[in-house]
């Protein structure tokens, strides 16, 4: 499956006057030198071809062509310079359009009939120095912290990959069958880059913080959805304008993340590019948890309270999230991965 997209001009009545077929008319004019040649090459009459240029030169309120008679060749014809910046202009319209049409098919049905998935990385590759040990395999409600985050990323839009030098962390992820990569060192710019260049190229990249456990299986979906919609803007969760993870980046925003240094995320980039931080759009999370990840011990014993009450919310019919979204279920695999 793959898109094709045909951009067309209509006048002000709505009437369709120059498309593909047109533009090629023209662009072998300007290489034949001829209308009569132009249109035969594309089997053509040539009485269709001057039916065609003059629809577009009364539409446009100008010459495209000039004609010249007579001559050892009987004659020719030539673009206008009107004609020659009309054509111009059309064709990167037309390869602007293209561009943005595959990139945003490929963010629209990621993950099926053979289109990539949306790459996602799960930063896991931390110190955890306020937390004083490991706080991604610390037990939760009997299970990892980082397993709660994986069960929230059971999408079929998604490629997960979790980049870490535990040997700990790499034990939970790859028990449930997601891909681990070792970053070069210990900075979040190492670890984007290794989760980035594992995965190749994406229509798109979704950053996850590996202890953040309340994250909905729901509030992913949003976001991808929101993405699907808008491929060139970056998308990220948020609760009454407090922004947060996920985030997802376009993937022609790819390089740049490659070339961030230091002990620095994608959110780098928003601080150094205002425009494109301005132009985020941000999908409103199910529950203002979800955006809270876990620092200390007793952030731990906060999310531990959190998932008790959800649970009791979500077993009397009450809530408005599922217990498997709230990953308060124990699946054996996080759906797709690497």
């Known amino acids: 499956m793959e898109p094709r997209v045909f951009s067309f001009l209509v006048d002000e009545d709505d009437k369709r006057f120059f498309g593909p077929g047109p533009m090629a008319l023209l662009s072998g004019v300007r290489e034949t030198g001829s209308l009569s040649a132009s249109a035969k090459a ?30 050892e060749k009987g004659g020719s014809s030539n673009l206008t310079p009107e004609g ?82 535990w040997e700990r962390v790499r034990s939970v ?27 190749g190229k994406r229509a798109g990249y979704v950053f996850v913080q590996g202890d953040q456990p309340l994250l909905s299986g729901a509030s992913v979906e949003a976001l991808l959805d929101e993405f699907a919609a808008h491929s060139a803007s970056v998308v990220r969760l948020a609760w009454q304008g407090r922004v947060g993870s996920p985030v997802i980046f376009p993937g022609y925003l790819a390089d740049a993340l490659l ?5 620095v995320g994608g959110g780098e980039l928003l601080h150094r590019n205002p425009d494109l931080a301005c132009v985020t759009r941000l999908v409103e999370a199910r529950f203002p948890a979800e955006l809270d990840d876990i620092d200390t011990p007793s952030d731990l014993e906060r999310v531990a309270s959190e998932l008790a009450a959800l649970r009791e919310v979500s077993e009397s019919g009450q809530g408005i999230w599922p217990v498997a979204d709230a990953g308060l279920g124990a699946p054996d695999e996080p759906g797709s991965s690497l």
């Open 42 to 71: 594309m089997g053509m009459s040539y009485t269709k071809a001057m039916r065609i240029l003059h629809d577009a030169e009364h539409a446009l309120g100008c010459p495209l062509t000039v004609r010249s008679i007579g001559g």
């Open 84 to 165: 020659e910046e009309f054509l111009r202009r059309y064709e990167a319209w037309r390869q602007g359009m293209s561009e943005t049409a595959n990139a945003g098919f490929c963010a629209a049905f990621a993950g099926m009939a053979g289109v990539p998935r949306l790459g996602c990385v799960v930063m896991a590759n931390g110190e955890a120095t306020r937390f004083g040990r490991q706080k991604l395999v610390e037990p939760l409600r009997g299970r990892a912290v980082v397993s709660h985050t994986l069960d929230a990323l059971v999408s079929a839009r998604l490629d997960v990959v979790v980049p870490t030098r």
């Open 173 to 199: 992820c790859e028990a449930r069958h997601v891909t681990c990569v070792e970053p070069e060192g210990p900075l979040q710019s190492d670890t984007l880059r290794a989760g980035i260049r594992v995965l």
């Open 259 to 263: 070339g961030l240094e230091g002990d």
